[in-house]
């Protein structure tokens, strides 16, 4: 009973808190908050309080970045509830092969991300903080009131005590595993009818293929895209076929981060971390977020620099929200193109998103795609074409490479060679998750390096 007061509560904090106010005044608020929540980490994480030496906590902007390597070298001494690296790893892992997710190790909940980035991370979850995410969630999800009646229908790669939180009398929350198989899903969806449905964009669109084809019949009131990017050809496949719009949440290892409006733009959870930009592009607003998570103790996340690419929004949204707005996430960082430059023996680097767009502007009978780039000279793009369609497939190749010259011509590289491959299987149905736009080299020179170096190549690039 005290579990679901705290859930209320934090649910009516987080509803109405920041409801009028403005973005000067959330910056002052957000700034006591971080300054407050400082002082309680120095003091009880070793890792943390080493790092920050003697430097005053109203200068925390200036603290070290880490980043997840950071993080998982000095877990021990980083978390303050003295939970253990291998303890950790070895409960998260017997939780993924016997897929039962409920074990803790003592009142702490143990989590591991799906490791697409190279490596996997843990994360630690108290039970209070378990209790403020269900509350702070449903208060930015729920499309109705937190009494209504609601079943939810919630796709991941791993079940977690963090997302049952979430369930109660009136909310029906039904957590379905991405390793089972399709037809499986079909009939328990048909069987639950769920109100909202919260899945990876890949999943979501072979879930519309099955309503287009009358085999699942469901009305859901909420589409909610989670844990890869949503590409704007499964957007317009998945909002045709269930007639909603698709919200999104960007949700990661360290943070609960974003989640759309009424409106369907994406805006920054501000009340419960910061975002500091570190901008590839200022001119198009691209840039790599720093987090710092103020609402989070066990596992502090504190000027984390993430491996993703954000657009920011530039016009206002009609919501009002005093929230940065983004216009769109892009992908990693490791799935940057980097292609040889014309005038200089260097690296021009190219956004996955300007991929993205060229293929999809050269022709509207692209049903799927999928592009790697293999080495600095070598791309492979795998597409699948409507079936009925007016053009040749010669020709729809024909005007993808015109589309990409012009991408190539504009950031002044060398036009890499291309390989057309059908693509025949469904993308993204099981553990990995789908990458539309995927890097497969390694390209020399340090990380920081190449972030810096792509801020001067894309002035006026993908007008």
């Not at 009131?145 to 369930?167: K, P, T």
């Not at 340090?446 to 810096?452: A, I």
Request: charged content about 25%; hydrophobic content about 40%; overall charge neutral.
């Amino acid at each position: 009973m005290i579990g679901k007061l705290v859930i209320i509560w934090y649910y009516l904090l987080t509803k109405y808190r920041m409801r009028r106010t403005s973005r000067d005044r959330l910056k002052q608020w957000q700034e006591r908050r971080i300054q407050r929540h400082i002082q309680f980490v120095r003091s009880r994480s070793a890792f943390y309080k080493e790092l920050w030496g003697e430097l005053p906590d109203s200068d925390w902007r200036q603290f070290p970045i880490i980043e997840k390597s950071d993080m998982m070298e000095h877990f021990n001494r980083l978390n303050t509830v003295g939970v253990d690296k291998d303890e950790a790893f070895a409960l998260a892992l017997q939780a993924e092969e016997s897929r039962d997710f409920t074990p803790m190790i003592g009142s702490v909940t143990i989590g591991m991300s799906s490791g697409t980035s190279g490596s996997r991370g843990l994360f630690l979850v108290s039970t209070k903080e378990r209790m403020a995410w269900a509350g702070t969630v449903l208060a930015k999800v729920l499309p109705r009131s937190l009494f209504h009646r609601e079943r939810i229908a919630f796709f991941l790669r791993a079940d977690s005590n963090l997302y049952g939180s979430v369930g109660s009398r009136r909310l029906q929350f039904r957590f379905y595993d991405l390793l089972d198989p399709l037809v499986e899903q079909v009939d328990r969806l048909n069987r639950q009818q769920p109100t909202i449905i919260a899945a990876p964009p890949s999943l979501l669109r072979a879930l519309a293929e099955a309503v287009e084809s009358g085999r699942l019949e469901i009305r859901p009131h909420k589409v909610l895209s989670v844990a890869e990017v949503l590409d704007p050809l499964d957007c317009e496949r998945i909002e045709a076929a269930f007639g909603q719009k698709v919200h999104q949440i960007y949700q990661c290892t360290e943070g609960f981060l974003a989640v759309t409006c009424a409106h369907g733009t994406l805006h920054i959870n501000e009340d419960i971390v910061a975002v500091e930009k570190q901008y590839l592009d200022e001119s198009l607003s691209k840039f790599v977020p720093i987090i710092t998570d103020f609402s989070r103790t066990t596992q502090p996340i504190i000027r984390y620099r993430l491996n993703d690419i954000l657009t920011e929004r530039t016009a206002p949204c009609p919501c009002g929200s005093p929230h940065m707005a983004l216009e769109r996430i892009e992908g990693r960082c490791d799935d940057l193109f980097y292609l040889e430059g014309l005038s200089a023996a260097e690296f021009i680097p190219v956004f996955p998103d300007f991929i993205s767009r060229a293929i999809i502007s050269a022709s509207a009978e692209v049903e799927e795609y999928r592009v790697v780039q293999h080495a600095p000279d070598v791309m492979e793009i795998f597409i699948r074409l409507k079936q009925e369609r007016h053009s040749s497939t010669d020709q729809i190749q024909l005007s993808i490479l015109e589309s990409l010259n012009r991408l190539w011509a504009n950031v002044n590289c060398t036009a890499p060679s291309v390989q057309f491959t059908e693509l025949n299987q469904t993308l993204g149905m099981g553990i990995q998750k789908l990458r539309r736009v995927e890097r497969r080299f390694s390209p020399h020179g340090r990380k920081e390096e190449m972030l810096v170096g792509a801020a001067s190549t894309f002035t006026g690039t993908g007008k």
